[in-house]
């Protein structure tokens, strides 16, 4: 049944949530020292450097607990059960200890840029990548065939953020045709207007292109699947039967081609996230990897374990989408699930 | 065959592909005339050219097979038209409209991401049919093929048995009112209930359809049952044509005769039964003479160095023998003896 099917993948995606929340729980105790005496080393550390004289364990636990979501008084089973509750019901995911801001408002704060450059990255790279194939495909054995082969074999050895780093060299400083770091230029007004948005437009070029590399690969094997699909039956009979050779094209060949490679897109969707980490880094592009990244260099325990609750969530979520429409798209797989 | 008219005439037909080792010729300078509303078998080993000569009706040979010669498509009225001269679009329209062709390994014919009624709907879009009416007449056919049209309609190719499949081939191949149907081996994969039915089913559309049938295959026992007449081929060409009557009982050229001798028989002992000794010749090699001299029982000095051209028998029926004549005794059959065909069940 197709509701069968339905309840699976939410019945999955729902018990992923509940793995990653748990594992963030554990991560929290299997810090150095104990589940949260380094965080209440950290905060003696700060509190002394601002000169405060008393210490008190009661406070220093109420610190903790609004910094971690953990009371670290209660029975494991407690901290567990409120750590687990104020993430689902308050959506709380605890405070950031140097920027001293919730977790949710720094996140949400910035997902919007990285979700924006990565998505472009994604669309720019498996656009590319199935028209690449599918002409290689066509042509296949021409010069081109070959000459791209050896191109995006060569890409795909080289990683992504070397590519980055070159990007940078050529075309941000010595051509200085795009700018080598940030979001949007200081120099314009935030807003609805042009110079604003052709800025960030411009910021976002780079990142986008090397991230995109990831993508391209997906060249080759669109390539493969395009030759497999030409050499089908069904593609003899349907030019027998006189049809059009655009609805040849896309119906036939690039359908049947891109259906593979829906699976590595699923895949890749979870990659998008742990490569946003190191580009967003090599282009100071202040996104939520960035964040990560710093929360990492800064030991923020919250903001790490929050950033990797909203990452595996969003990931979750594109996954379960694209598994819901993996139906609409090849009808056999439904039909498959049943015989499980 | 009320009309005793030409639909397709093949003349010098050549077809060959070019190898590594050189050119592979694996149809050599045959010409057939297809009368109309027959329906004519064509049989012979595999790779004896049947698929390539049947493809080459609907100028669909598949890359990098090339074409040469003439085949000429006789239209009920209108000009003559010379199927291999026809540009790019003209052949669109004509295939399938005119000439629709069902072949070996429909079960993977069609498209595994479309409903059965995607296929009929864009099949109708691109010869700019009415598509209403289209569906409506599609409905119809399946309905005529034993299919529950309802269901058919709204399934996906994957939902379908094989014997479904084919036959719901055979509705889309309808579904222009083509005038010709090649078959190309279209029940190879299937079993022999299905086989049968499927053959009782093309008399029925033929019928009702006035169709032209080409029907390919190697088993001769279906063909009896369903062709008019006869075209057998060996090594690349043509080597004998006639009535199935005339073949099955009169059959004049050696290897048709090796043929009917080979064909399995249950009723039969095992020990005379005949398999053809030697082997069939390669594409590649150019044969001296006669091409089935090598394994010939009567073959002489005039087979190896000269090549018999098609010679009448008698009416219809003409033979690539030198010795058609000698044919019957050189090359006995079981019926011969019991005065009973025995492939005519």
């Not at chain 1, 810090?31 to 509190?47: A, D, H, R, W, Y």
């Not at chain 1, 986008?208 to 391209?216: A, E, Q, R």
């Not at chain 2, 010409?31 to 027959?38: K, Q």
């Not at chain 2, 190896?304 to 050189?330: D, W």
Request: net charge negative.
């Amino acid at each position: 049944m197709a509701t069968n099917y339905l309840a699976k993948r939410f019945g999955q995606a729902i018990l992923t949530l509940v793995a990653t929340i748990a594992l963030s729980f554990v991560l929290y105790h299997a810090m150095p020292g104990s589940p949260t005496e380094s965080l209440k080393n950290v905060i003696l550390s700060q509190q002394a450097a601002a000169g405060g004289s008393t210490v008190n364990i009661e406070r220093l636990n109420r610190l903790v607990a609004l910094y971690t979501n953990v009371q670290p008084d209660q029975p494991l089973y407690v901290q567990f059960y409120q750590y687990f509750s104020s993430i689902i019901l308050e959506q709380d995911l605890g405070t950031s200890i140097y920027e001293n801001k919730p977790v949710t408002t720094l996140i949400f704060e910035r997902i919007p840029w990285s979700m924006f450059i990565s998505v472009y990255a994604m669309v720019v790279g498996y656009s590319l990548s199935v028209l690449i194939g599918a002409v290689m495909a066509f042509k296949e054995k021409s010069r081109f065939d070959s000459v791209s082969s050896v191109v995006l074999i060569g890409l795909n050895s080289v990683p992504y953020y070397i590519v980055g780093i070159l990007l940078i060299y050529f075309f941000a400083i010595q051509m200085s045709w795009f700018p080598y770091g940030g979001r949007v230029s200081s120099s314009v007004t935030a807003g609805f207007n042009v110079p604003f948005m052709r800025s960030i437009v411009m910021h976002a070029v780079l990142p986008i292109f090397s991230m995109s590399m990831l993508g391209l690969g997906g060249a080759l094997t669109m390539r493969g699947n395009s030759v497999r699909v030409l050499g089908e039956d069904y593609l003899r009979v349907a030019k027998l039967r006189g049809l059009r050779g655009s609805r040849i094209a896309t119906q036939y060949v690039g359908r049947n081609a891109i259906l593979p490679m829906y699976t590595q897109f699923m895949i890749g969707i979870a990659g998008v996230f742990s490569s946003a980490v190191i580009v967003e880094q090599i282009f100071s592009y202040p996104g939520v990897g960035l964040l990560m990244y710093n929360a990492i260099q800064t030991q923020d325990y919250p903001l790490l374990m929050g950033s990797l609750i909203i990452f595996t969530t969003v990931t979750v979520v594109a996954i379960f989408i694209a598994d819901l429409t993996y139906g609409f798209i090849d009808p056999r797989i439904s039909a498959g699930a049943d015989n499980e | 065959m009320s009309v005793r008219d030409e639909i397709f005439e093949i003349r010098n037909l050549d077809v060959s592909f070019e190898l590594n080792r050189g050119a592979s010729r694996v149809v050599r300078d045959v010409d057939l005339n297809i009368h109309r509303e027959e329906t004519l078998g064509i049989v012979g080993e595999s790779g004896s050219g049947k698929s390539m000569l049947s493809s080459s009706l609907l100028n669909a040979v598949v890359e990098p097979g090339v074409c040469s010669g003439e085949v000429t498509y006789y239209p009920q009225d209108g000009d003559p038209i010379s199927v291999l001269e026809l540009s790019e679009s003209e052949l669109k329209r004509f295939r399938w409209e005119e000439v629709a062709m069902v072949f070996q390994g429909a079960m993977s014919s069609l498209n595994p991401v479309m409903r059965v009624r995607a296929h009929f709907r864009e099949t109708l879009q691109d010869h700019n049919r009415d598509i209403p009416a289209g569906l409506e007449r599609a409905r119809e056919l399946l309905e005529s093929v034993y299919l529950d049209p309802d269901r058919v309609m709204d399934a996906y190719p994957h939902e379908l048995s094989g014997g479904m499949k084919q036959r719901a081939l055979i509705a889309l191949s309808l579904i222009l009112e083509p005038e010709v149907l090649v078959m190309d081996e279209p029940t190879a994969a299937l079993d022999l209930l299905m086989q049968r039915s499927i053959v009782a089913l093309l008399d029925d559309l033929q019928e009702e359809h006035d169709l032209t049938i080409v029907f390919i295959t190697h088993d001769l026992p279906l063909l009896t049952k369903l062709a008019d007449r006869l075209t057998v081929m060996y090594a690349f060409g043509i080597i004998e044509n006639g009535t199935v009557d005339e073949l099955l009982y009169n059959s004049s050229h050696p290897y048709t005769r090796a043929l009917l001798a080979a064909t399995p028989d249950l009723n039969v002992p095992v020990d005379e039964m005949h398999a053809i000794a030697g082997s069939k010749p390669d594409p590649v090699d150019r044969i001296e003479g006669c091409s089935y001299h090598p394994r010939c029982p009567i073959a002489d000095e005039h087979c190896r160095s000269s090549e018999p051209p098609m010679a009448t028998v008698n009416g219809t029926h003409e033979s690539a023998c030198f010795y058609h004549e000698k044919a019957r005794e050189a090359v006995p059959l079981r019926g011969d003896s019991k005065q009973e065909g025995a492939v005519h069940e």
